[in-house]
């Protein structure tokens, strides 16, 4: 991609100093206002009732300290008019919460006052930036901003009570990208009436249209989780639940933000690390290398909506290992991607809105294909990406080098991919996607192209579809691959309709396919209704789907069809039973496992399954289940413990998990057991130590992974990191297969 590689390498000879300060982050004592203010209505609303509201400009910085003792908060209302989404749709708020929106020169401000008629009842239980249970069992303030002002995209921010917080970016209202960090400052305080937030974001942390004079779309979410209600500034459909956040088009309109012009920003983060590792060899012995290294990254404005991205010798050493998984299937498993670098504007580059999430749907860009190769990590040399907007446009260029690892039987390849897409009628894009990989001598060659359309309708209709073409040096066969998919997601009803059909040749070298060679059909149906009045039962639901594969010849490969009643409580908490009856055609034997392979056939076979899970806003929560019933040509019993999490603190939590599953064969009788605990110590919103302890019965191996992060500076980081894999059928059990002790540390210069 010559183009990507003349902007890229035209960057790399910028380099500066600079440095950004904030205020230190703690639980502030907050000023008391002597009585609530009178609440301030919405800027206007037009016939449908949709919000308009009006930013404050302000001739000095706030003092992010909680407080919300400023001259703003005394002078100006706030607005203050949430809406009930749950329990009570359309009701107002039973708690105030009460929102300024600010600006300076330099910065973005959000404030909450959020009161509380129980202000000992708020539940804060998560200091660890980007953990799953602020968003899904605290008390939290969040806000969408749309910078675009599309009502596709846009960046996410939630806080709760105690510093916890998130930052997130949404992708065309579909793809929530958690794992996107970027520069802010935030504090919060209590005061005897509730709880209170303030915010900062630098306008250097976001991107945004040219021109002074800017309009953009706000929403903002409050959760009471003690009495399990949702409330929005502007409603969004019930159905969605905390979810309607991201529906940038339903968001309020935000004028009078006068941005900065949209200067080149340069932003450069070099690194330095030390791998002091231990590696058991065919020998008796371990042999121990002490390594160090630099790299860096560099990020650039190349214009006001297009930015560029720079790695060289990256090193991602310091994400938390994978979580491992069993598997009793002939497919392969999907694992997340974690890595920073590739994480930031990931939703640009989804395909046929699967989101990345697996499944039988491809992936036509799977990044962890970039860097590692049979779970061994390999070199990466360099790259850039390019990211933004033109116009009506998204713009996507990434290009990666890695070198060889010969361990791994990985060559010097390079990876690249282009995407486009535009934007269409109010909700909807179409686009194109290229990826492309080169490896050394040719052998790995592969491109893979497609283009896909993205259609919403209504609050709930969403119609998505792709075609996509591989080719293969060597391979021959059907190389494409296309779907077509009904979506309609009501709070009362559901249904579900899709065809896809994936070529017994189409391999898209930088994707994800979990299986070849076949065409599906699926169905799914699902009834909630929600009874009246009921203090105990929030909704019922009842689902039905049916699914039907078979390969390129015609002949059968799966049938699945699957039940499920559930009931969801006012608590939070939820009881599901269900009923699942597949047909299998193995078309060659199959090792399900050590000793035990299953013949080429085909098997019918039903189980039934329960499950409760506890409101992970409880002390105590998690997911029990339970699973019996026919296995090919056997029994198989599952009982497993997923998502579980004991808060003994807001600054300690441990989180285990736990799964058996006991299998009866003809051909043998085997038993998986699969466990893990993580152990988190917060002392500070900007440090933790974790410690994560794995075992996988099936691969007789012991993992444990201890991470701490400092965030010392605003984007400034060190990380102290020790990894081990055992063996447990060693003589001293466990046997040390490998360690790993690395510490790691970066700067991030801003200009």
């Known amino acids: 991609m010559p183009l990507v ?67 703003i908060y005394q002078d100006i209302a706030p607005v203050s008019d949430f809406i009930q989404i749950e329990p009570r749709e359309g009701e107002a708020a039973t708690e105030k919460t009460d929102v300024w929106i600010a600006f300076d020169d330099d910065n973005f401000y959000v404030s909450f006052r959020n009161w509380e008629t129980e202000p000992d009842r708020v539940v804060a239980k998560e200091m660890r930036r980007d953990h799953s249970s602020i968003w899904g069992g605290d ?53 005897e009436g509730g709880w209170t937030v303030e915010t900062a974001i630098p306008f250097k942390s976001l991107r945004y249209r040219p021109g002074e004079n800017q309009t953009w779309g706000f929403n903002a979410l409050r959760t009471n989780r003690w009495k399990n209600e949702l409330s929005f500034l502007a409603p969004t459909p019930k159905a969605r639940g905390q979810r309607g956040l991201h529906q940038a088009s339903l968001a309020a309109t935000l004028v009078g933000v006068a941005a900065p012009p949209g200067s080149k920003n340069l932003e450069i983060k070099p690194y330095l690390i030390s791998n002091a590792s231990s590696v058991r060899t065919d020998g008796p012995g371990l042999t121990h290398d002490v390594t160090g290294d630099i790299g860096l990254d560099a990020k650039y404005g190349v214009t006001q909506n297009l930015t560029a991205d720079l790695t060289f010798n990256t090193d991602f050493a310091q994400v938390e290992a994978d979580q491992q998984q069993v598997n009793l299937t002939r497919f392969s498993l999907f694992f997340p991607e974690k890595r920073e670098f590739f994480l930031e504007n990931q939703g640009t580059f989804a395909f046929g809105s699967t989101g990345g999430r697996g499944g039988d749907t491809p992936i036509l860009f799977y990044s962890r294909r970039i860097g590692l190769e049979r779970g061994r ?97 060597g391979a021959s066969g059907r190389d494409t691959s296309y779907r077509a998919q009904f979506d309609y997601a009501g709070d009362r009803y559901g249904l579900q309709l899709e065809h896809l059909m994936v070529g017994d040749a189409f391999n898209p070298g930088v994707g994800f396919v979990r299986r070849t060679d076949m065409r599906k ?17 929030r909704r019922f639901s009842f689902s039905g789907s049916v699914g039907y594969v078979e390969n390129g010849a015609g002949r059968v490969e799966a049938r699945e069809r699957d039940g499920e009643f559930a009931i969801e409580f006012q608590s939070g908490d939820r009881f599901s039973a269900g009923y699942g009856g597949t047909y299998e055609f193995l078309p060659s034997p199959f090792r399900i496992a050590t000793g035990v392979t299953l013949p080429v056939g085909g098997y019918s076979f039903d189980s039934v399954r329960m499950g409760y899970s ?38 300690i939590s441990v989180e285990p998990s736990y799964s058996v599953n006991r299998v009866d064969l003809v051909q043998g009788s085997f038993t998986t057991h699969l466990s893990g605990t993580r152990v988190s110590l917060t002392p500070t919103a900007r440090m933790f130590l974790s410690a994560f302890l794995q075992y996988d019965s099936s691969n007789n191996a012991m993992a444990s992974n201890v991470r701490l992060r400092l965030e010392y500076r605003p984007g400034s980081e060190l990380f102290v990191v020790l990894n081990e894999d055992r063996d447990t059928r060693g003589r001293s059990f466990p046997d040390l297969a490998n360690r790993a002790f690395i510490v790691k540390v970066n700067r991030l210069l801003r200009f």
Do not use: C
């Open 5 to 71: 590689a003349r902007t890229l390498v035209g960057l790399a000879g910028l380099v500066a100093a600079a440095s950004m300060s904030y205020a230190d982050q703690g639980a502030a004592s907050a000023a008391q206002p002597a009585a609530p203010p009178a609440p301030q209505a919405a800027v206007s609303r037009d016939v449908s009732g949709r919000m308009t509201l009006r930013a404050i400009r302000l001739e000095a910085p706030l003092r992010i300290d909680g407080r919300l003792d400023e001259a």
């Open 139 to 191: 008390d939290i303030v969040a806000f969408l901003i749309d910078t675009f002002h599309d009502g596709r995209n846009g960046f996410e921010f939630t806080l709760n009570a105690i510093g916890g917080r998130q930052d997130a970016q949404m992708a065309n209202e579909q793809q929530w990208i958690g794992d996107w960090n970027t520069i802010w400052d935030f504090s919060v305080g209590r005061f």
């Open 377 to 473: 990590v390999v070199p990466i040399d360099g790259g850039g990406r390019l990211t933004g907007r033109l116009g009506r446009y998204s713009l996507g260029l990434l290009n990666i080098q890695t070198g060889d690892e010969p361990a791994a039987q990985a060559a010097a390849t390079n990876f690249s991919v282009v995407r486009l897409r535009r934007d269409i009628l109010r909700r909807s894009s179409v686009g194109l996607l290229f990826t492309g990989r080169n490896g050394q001598g040719g052998a790995g060659d592969n491109v893979a192209y497609g283009i896909d359309g993205t259609f919403a309708f209504f609050a709930n209709l969403a119609i998505n579809t792709y075609w996509a073409k591989t080719e293969t040096k």
């Open 521 to 537: 059909t699926f169905g799914q149906a699902r009834f909630s209704p929600r009874p009246r009045a009921s203090e105990v039962v």
């Open 614 to 651: 506890r409101a992970t806003q409880q002390r105590i929560s998690g997911t029990l289940s339970a699973e019996h019933g026919t296995f090919y040509n056997g029994h198989r019993t599952t009982v497993g413990l997923s998502g579980g999490r004991v808060n003994l603190t807001p600054q």
